[in-house]
């Protein structure tokens, strides 16, 4: 299976699942059920849920069993983007495209919307059906430190907002993206090979190759702020430059910062050689995050 | 066992299992840890874990085994308070008698250091021993539903920030009162007697006191902001009043507010009578409650 058709197979089921998960519109209070929703189909590429299943998919083929927990990693990432596009964050007017969260719905509904999607991710995780009580408790533990303070999501917010370009070093950098992006990335193939039933041996793999596409991500991203225009990217392009932020771009510039994608894209590839055909999908999934730099 | 006595016993515990469950000051970011602290050691009653507890021990001795999910409770309060605080939302410079944690920290580190308690507070959960895994997997979903948009502690704040006491009906006030700060007194109850190994008609019982002292406790927050002197309150006083908040003061009037607390706490004890000696601690609860609208 190619990654196109493998992502045309999952991404129907992933927005369902979602729609599922999510209150209605017309549910009180509307407007916050309208904000989690403005900001969960916003169009984004869920590229983190469909990681999940992949994972899982290496190791059973029942991938649908892992839709909640799918569903409930990209609201941990849609809540990410609510807060940091927030004024006294990096202050984004537009995301995907369209007014950020709090440009739509005011600072008060956007950031009571993002403490709902992450309150509301552990619960549709504490919900799934079809899998041992166990898998789901250690998913909730995994997606919490994944996007919690320590070598995670909003540690390395924090680590983010305040470093500068010209006050860091390559190694200090490396753990602000790790952290930042990594992290999930990283815990959405994991938790999904996880549920799917991976051992010791080969979590420790998946593990391995989500470390590496999830730093690459970000490196790519810093990659894009600099080079697409603001119409393709969906946001202000230039801006991290602008505000002097420490990017891979800024740092190591753009040649090394593209080299250093390479080089852990063929570590990711390398990482899911041992789970041979089962892995293929995964590897061709890093391939895919390093073709957007291009 | 008295209160005074049970509260004596069990405090200690309490601040224990949150200073092991929270990052030490100096793990990085040391500013976010910092800030996590500063709110959670502010001088908190602790009530709800202590309600937890009381829960438990109702139905097992063991109550010890509940700590952590007890921890995780006031992290999820706090968390609350934080948000709650900051410009956007009730715009407060103090809390408990301190400069509110975006008046110490900044907002962009009050914003992540209550997003990293709310994600922390299931981690604990998840982590916690000696209770079985689907038990724990059961208490993160009835947490996620008292804090979440439906009936829950979010929800609640959206439509408390939406109403007024000139266009507000005394049942759609209860709503929000039960919602905003019920759902989450009596989740504490609720997840303290069902993992102290309730079965499900003594849980309805608890359930049933703990929506009713959930919803006394916000009628006498309400009085008690008309009432009670700054420096006693630790918050601004009359902020309600002054920005024409709906309160039960304020729709209800002082005497028929206190009317309501006489009779939800009468009914909070009929609620646990079945219970027998088994029940007397919760239903003193009911009554420390009631005395602080004196």
Redesign the interface.
Known sequence: MTLESFFQQVRPSIETALDGAL?SED???P???QA?RYSVFAGGKRLRPALCLAGFRAFSPEWRTALPVAAAIEMIHT?SLI?DD?P??DDDDFRRGRPSCHKRF????A??A???L???A??T???AGGL???R???A??ML??A????D?M??G???D??ATASGIDGSALEAIHRAKTGALLAASVSIGAYLGGADAARLADVAGFGRSIGLAFQIVDDMLDETVPAEALGKTPGKDREHGKATYAAVHGMEASRRMVARLTADAMEQVRPLGSDGVLLGEFARHLERRAR
């Open positions: 209150p549910r009180s209070p407007v916050l059920h989690m809540y807060h927030l006294a964050m005011g600072e008060a509904t950031i009571l993002g403490d709902a992450l309150t509301l552990f619960e995780v504490a919900r041992q009580p166990e789901l408790l250690r909730v533990r919490a430190e996007a919690g303070t320590i995670g909003i540690g917010q924090v680590l907002v305040q």
